[in-house]
């Protein structure tokens, strides 16, 4: 489903060239459960915006359900994203004077629903993930987990296939973090696809299949430390 193939990725800043992905190749099964471990600065998020259609690379190929995304445009692109993929990042993103309903409803009021099938997948997303009883609640009425849960919900309830989690528990304490696993878990015993990038070992042991960024250079194994 997700086949990316000798992907080459450089910024340019000012007249210097900064080259961050050197011919990534990499291929998720649907349904997969994949994490992309990695030291700061390697490439991972610059890698989670292109499989996330957020972002082009300069060459190689990004086939996505069959589709090479590589030669999208900007409306097709942003068409892909809002049909399949669903983002969690490490900062919520949440907006402040709305409630935790109202913040999981807001992209909804993009999609074709009618009011009583929108009230349905909040309140359905918002129990998904444990809390239904907070939906009053402004962000900071909630704490950092809590947030993260939210933010979890508002993807849930655009209903993605492919789910991209950049640094999900970088925010948060041990106990909230391993909260957001069990529900990343739970939505991949579901059916969803998930692609995990953190430099936490830990987290990145819950995934079926670990692969490793370093300098740009994506491997199977942890070439080294
Ligand atoms: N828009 C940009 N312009 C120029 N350089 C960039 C840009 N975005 C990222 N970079 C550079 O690309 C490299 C990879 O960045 P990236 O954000 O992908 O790393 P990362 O692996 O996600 O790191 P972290 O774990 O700290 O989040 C870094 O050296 C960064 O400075
Ligand atoms: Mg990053």
Redesign the pocket.
């Known amino acids: 489903m997700i086949k990316l193939k000798h992907i080459y990725k450089s910024?340019s800043?000012g007249d210097e060239q900064?080259d961050?992905l050197h011919n990534i190749n990499l291929h998720v099964k649907p349904k997969e459960f994949i994490s992309i471990l990695?030291p700061?600065?390697?490439?991972?998020?610059?890698l989670m915006n292109i499989i996330g259609c957020l972002d082009i690379p300069d060459s190689g190929d990004y086939i996505l359900d069959g589709e090479y995304v590589d030669s999208c445009t900007e409306n097709e692109l942003s068409e892909i994203r809002g049909k399949k993929i669903g983002f969690i990042f490490q900062q919520f993103n949440l907006l402040p004077e709305l409630t935790a309903y109202e913040n999981v409803e807001m992209p909804l009021l993009y999609h074709k629903l009618s009011p009583s099938e929108r009230r349905e997948r909040v309140e359905r997303t918002l129990t998904q993930v444990g809390l239904i009883d907070r939906m009053k609640h402004k962000p900071t009425q909630l704490s950092g987990g809590q947030q993260q849960r939210v933010a979890i919900a508002r993807v849930l309830a655009a209903e993605p296939s492919i789910i991209l989690a950049d640094?999900p528990t970088g925010n948060l304490d041990s106990s909230s973090g391993a909260e957001i696993m069990e529900i990343v878990k739970d939505l991949h015993k579901a059916g969803n696809t998930i692609v995990l990038i953190t430099?936490d070992k830990n987290v990145a042991d819950q995934a079926q299949r670990k692969v490793y960024?370093h300098d740009g250079i994506l491997t199977e194994s942890e070439a080294r430390t």
């Open positions: 910024y800043l900064v961050v990695g700061s600065g390697s490439g991972k998020s610059t640094e430099h960024v």
